[in-house]
């Protein structure tokens, strides 16, 4: 990836960093921490990578993005508005009672979602049913969903998984959001479910492991990823729970607490001083 577009994508990355910030202290609630995590991994996809026109939402030859840890719908709106599948405006309208954008992105009401999720575990399953699809109508689209790396815990991950090699999916990509923390603390703490590569591999799965930050790495990962056939592919992917604000790094409370007024203030203008800084370099 070349410099210049490179530079572009983490402005872009702080933007939506941004705009997670802005949605959770407007609506007093939400999680922050995993939505910071995986802003580089949509980041690359909606921007760089997949076949998808905001005027055209349900094209039916369009490429799929299922976000299964559902309550990271911050990140999913934050990257939605940026791409123009909806206005800027409706982010200060997020867990309203009037508002579109429920605290789990919901289908039915919100250009660009492809699935409801919320209740983990499940998203791997729908993602297989669209690559599935894909494959048994002729469809050349590529299937993309986001994990949790708590949310794997979930049995129906794993029950996703083994179907997911039986029916040779090769048109799926799963990327794993592994920021290490959940909502009680540490991952390998609460229900470890360590060494996830190996586990991916015994079930059948191409896998390949990346810094989550680096979009370098995130679009060799995809690249390779479309070589691969006759098997699905993971893009276990090491990030930082709460990326981009210091104070919210690495800190399991940020898992479901929004910042409050100061809070937001003072990760804003953090943010604003990185964009501003890549603005230097540009």
Do not use: C
């Amino acid at each position: 990836m070349d410099k210049s577009k490179e530079l572009e994508l983490k402005k872009i990355a702080t933007e939506i960093r941004k705009s997670i910030i802005i949605q959770t202290a407007s609506a007093g609630s939400g999680h922050p921490g995993g939505s910071l995590s995986g802003v580089e991994i949509l980041t690359y996809l909606y921007f760089v990578e997949m076949n998808i026109d905001p005027k055209n939402p349900k094209d039916p030859d369009r490429d799929r993005f299922v976000l299964s840890k559902g309550h990271a719908s911050p990140l999913l709106y934050a990257v939605l508005a940026e791409k123009g599948f909806i206005s800027k405006d409706e982010l200060t309208g997020f867990r309203q009672i009037h508002s579109n954008l429920q605290g789990h992105p919901d289908m039915k009401k919100v250009p660009g979602v492809e699935m409801s999720t919320g209740s983990l575990g499940q998203g791997l399953s729908v993602a297989n049913g669209m690559a599935l699809a894909g494959k048994l109508d002729g469809k050349r689209y590529r299937v993309y969903v986001l994990l949790g790396d708590g949310e794997i815990q979930e049995g129906q991950i794993w029950e996703a998984a083994m179907t997911a090699a039986h029916y040779k999916l090769d048109n799926l990509t799963a990327f794993l959001d592994h920021n290490g923390l959940q909502i009680d603390g540490k991952i390998t703490e609460v229900m470890s479910p360590e060494p996830v590569d190996e586990k991916f591999k015994a079930f059948g799965w191409h896998v390949i492991k990346i810094d989550g930050h680096d979009f370098n790495q995130i679009e060799k990962a995809v690249a390779e990823a479309k070589t691969i056939k006759g098997r699905p592919t993971i893009i276990i992917a090491e990030t930082v729970k709460g990326k981009g604000v210091s104070f919210m790094e690495n800190e399991a409370g940020w898992h479901g607490t929004a910042p409050n007024k100061e809070q937001a203030q003072k990760a804003l203008e953090e943010l604003q001083k990185q964009l501003e800084s890549l603005e230097v370099q540009g």
